[in-house]
């Protein structure tokens, strides 16, 4: 696998996961992992974090890697 598809593959599965993070935050979806409920403020967070990782992700997919 080169670095150009690995960059394209990765920024596409970050993004992805800031749609999801996205979708759980306008839905207002509870989530529970054991006996603690994870805030909302929580999915905001993380989506601005991956869609951040997704965008340079995407961004060196498109440079030339020597």
Do not use: D, N
């Amino acid at each position: 696998m080169t670095p150009k598809i690995f960059c394209l593959i990765t920024g596409i599965l970050f993004l992805a996961g800031a749609l999801a993070h996205l979708v759980r935050l306008f839905l207002g979806l509870h989530v529970t992992i054991g006996m603690t409920v994870i805030p909302l403020w929580v999915s905001l967070l993380v989506a601005i974090g991956c869609g951040y990782l997704g965008y340079e992700g995407l961004k060196l997919s498109r440079t030339q890697v020597r």
